[in-house]
């Protein structure tokens, strides 16, 4: 079967008064059920003509075409068949058509009665591109009356179409034309003589309820697609934040502020979480003005027995409702953590990125209802974890590069200081060693005080060699930790006599600053190595007497401090005390700046030149004394007014235990 005209068309040219009206699908379906119901709860059997277009539109209404063969036993359907739809005979007839066929592309339904007739007769106006997905958009230009001259003449358009498809139905459609008047010859005598009558309120209130129902079906599909646009605006959002910047600080802003705004009204937490370490305050908050803050809390849901399989497990716990979950109220402690903050519903994502567990991404619902978690909600939130993942490790993957660059930058700067410092360094002693030994070689008979004064400068230059190389072999042995520590209790009082004692005797005393000391007569002993403690003292002094002119003075104090600190035990806080003593080297000599104070105790700082500088060094004493005090539990600075306020070193060191 293939016609070339439009029904449309046709009923048009015999009814020009009536004027096409542009219909919405969802509009065409129910005016098509209002109609359909006026057969379904009436007592009359009206002639009911549909045309689908296509075989898979008649299938979603096929059920209800069943019921309606049960009323009248004049049902004819057509369609474009895309199965075995021709073969379906009982209890309704079914007319197959091309589906080339201008029917494809309309839509009809004729419905003749006794006492009643209406008709819908369109044509497809525009669909849109995506017609599977948007299907309730496609459009239909036509009309449709209760007039029973234009629905009998369309009924006869049809009828003829059908038995053209299908002759042998003949007989059966012209018992359809003598049972509703639609013989050409007593058309117009039928309807004359017959009182036409439609229930208008029944019509109209079935029209409503089909139009309520696909209204309510349309704004719940445009409530979801709302949903879909904010869940793509917020990942889109975050992902753009994490291209734009490697500062995980505003990308966990970010994180929490617009995830709090798609699940308001609701708490959005974002914190590191290691299942090691204890809690630390919450940082990342994004609340719902009116409820309880958490942020400087110590929270995490993560470590909570009742959470921790799951989240070992990769998976997300979602609550519906705290104060109904048997898993909660198991614990009344977490209930009542739960009831405090106004938790109604919790979903708990854990931030993995492959074996590395970085942090947890927590939802508190506080509404009155609780909320059922959906698998979209989850699955949102498991996403937005995975970016927050990746951004940290990013975020860490370029700090480390930094600090790798920082570090090269910093090798490289102590290369160059190196080769220039040593070759400085040892040039100039080997240079004086050569002159004074070449000199004694030369000059035989050079007088005896000359001689012992070239013997002297050579023994000095080379115990200035012999320091510069072991400095250097101090400071390899701390820095790559080869040195084995001996830590005892010893006397500060006897290891500050031993340097003074060798530090006297390689010196000139007219050279040297006065040196006063003021301790206590009751020093306790301290832990530490001997030979560490005798080569920071040995240096300190050295650079106090080195940088001090001989009518100043160099002044040692020592006392004892208790130190306070923080610890943590049995997860509960505890307050210890330790005694520490406390050394200090004060010099009346050139001082340092303020702001180079803590430059001081970089490898190879010298605060002049090295070509410049009026006072040899290499630079490596206080980095050395650093690394020593650190490793033996103390700490180590410098205060300094200024240039010629003279400077103070201290240092600390634990004291040793008293036996028991």
């Known amino acids: 079967m293939k016609t070339l005209n439009s029904l449309l068309h046709d009923v048009l040219q015999v009814s020009p008064h009536l004027r096409c009206q542009v ?3 969802a509009s065409l379906t129910a005016l098509s059920h209002a109609m359909e119901d006026l057969v379904l709860v009436g007592t009359d059997k009206p002639l009911v003509i549909a045309n689908f277009q296509q075989e898979r539109f008649y299938r979603q209404e096929s059920r209800r075409y069943q019921r309606i063969a049960q009323r009248t036993d004049q049902v004819y359907i057509l369609a474009a068949p895309e199965s075995n739809f021709a073969a379906i005979s009982d209890p309704y007839v079914t007319v197959p058509f091309d589906p080339n066929d201008t029917l494809a592309q309309e839509w009809h339904l004729i419905i003749i009665g006794q006492q009643y007739s209406a008709c819908i007769v369109c044509q497809e106006y525009a669909s849109p591109v995506d017609a599977a997905s948007l299907d309730q958009a496609r459009q239909f230009k036509g009309i449709w009356t209760f007039e029973r001259e234009v629905s009998a003449h369309a009924a006869r358009l049809l009828l003829e179409r059908i038995v053209g498809a299908r002759p042998e139905l003949a007989d059966k459609v012209e018992i359809a034309r003598q049972r509703y008047g639609l013989s050409l010859i007593n058309s117009n005598q039928t309807v004359s003589d017959r009182v036409l009558e439609i229930d208008a309120r029944l019509f109209t209130d079935r029209l409503v309820t089909y139009l309520q129902s696909s209204q309510y079906k349309q ?22 934040a994490i291209r734009h910047s490697l500062n995980p600080e505003e990308i966990f802003q970010i994180t929490v502020r617009e995830l709090g705004e798609v699940f308001s009204p609701c708490r959005c937490l974002l914190y590191r979480y290691n299942a090691i370490d204890q809690p630390a305050p919450i940082e990342y908050e994004a609340v719902t003005d009116g409820l309880p803050s958490l942020k400087g809390e110590i929270w995490s849901l993560a470590k909570h027995e009742l959470f921790q399989v799951a989240l070992a497990e990769d998976r997300a716990v979602a609550i519906a409702d705290t104060t109904q979950d048997l898993g909660i109220r198991g614990y009344p402690e977490l209930s009542a953590q739960l009831q405090r903050f106004m938790i109604r519903s919790s979903l708990v994502v854990p931030i993995r990125y ?21 698998d979209s909600d989850k699955a949102l939130v498991e996403a937005i974890a995975t970016q927050v993942g990746v951004a940290l490790i990013q975020a860490q993957a370029y700090k480390n590069l930094e600090t790798l660059n920082t570090q090269l930058a910093a090798l490289e700067r102590t290369q160059s200081n190196l080769i220039a410092i040593v070759g400085h360094e040892l040039r100039t002693p080997l240079s004086t060693i050569q002159v004074c030994l070449e000199s004694l070689a030369t000059e035989p008979d050079m007088p005896l005080e000359f001689q012992q004064s070239m013997l002297q400068t ?34 500060f009082q006897a290891s500050l006599d031993l340097v003074l004692s060798s530090f006297k005797k390689n010196q ?27 080569e920071v003292l040995m240096k300190l002094l050295d650079n106090a007497c080195k940088f001090t002119n001989p009518e100043g003075t160099v002044t040692i104090r020592a006392q004892v401090l208790n130190v306070k600190f923080i610890g943590v035990a049995n997860s509960q806080d505890q307050q210890n005390h330790t005694q520490m003593l406390e050394v200090l080297i004060a010099d009346t000599g050139r001082g340092i700046e303020p702001s180079q104070l803590e430059a001081i105790f970089e490898l190879f700082y010298q605060e002049e030149g090295f070509l410049q500088r009026t006072i040899g060094g290499t630079g490596l004493g206080l980095a050395i004394c650093r690394q020593i005090i650190q490793r033996l539990g103390g700490k180590i600075w410098a205060v300094s007014g200024g240039k010629n306020q003279g400077s103070e070193f201290h240092f600390t060191l634990p004291i040793a235990p008293r036996p028991a």
């Open 354 to 374: 492959q074996e590395s567990w970085l942090g947890i991404l927590e939802l508190h619902h506080c509404g009155v209802e609780p909320l059922v978690w959906s």
């Open 23 to 25: 219909y919405f699908k």
């Open 458 to 491: 050579a023994l000095a230059d080379s115990q200035r060699m012999r320091q510069l190389i072991q400095d250097f072999l101090t400071l390899s042995r701390l820095e790559g930790g080869w040195v084995n520590w001996q830590l005892e209790p010893i006397s």
């Open 508 to 534: 000139s005393p007219k050279s040297l600053p006065q040196i006063i000391l003021e301790l206590p007569s009751d020093l306790p002993l301290v832990l530490a190595d001997g030979e560490g403690l005798i």
């Open 219 to 240: 704004l719940k599909a445009y409530r979801t697609i709302t949903k879909k646009e904010r869940q793509e605006r917020l990942i889109n959002t975050i992902s753009t």
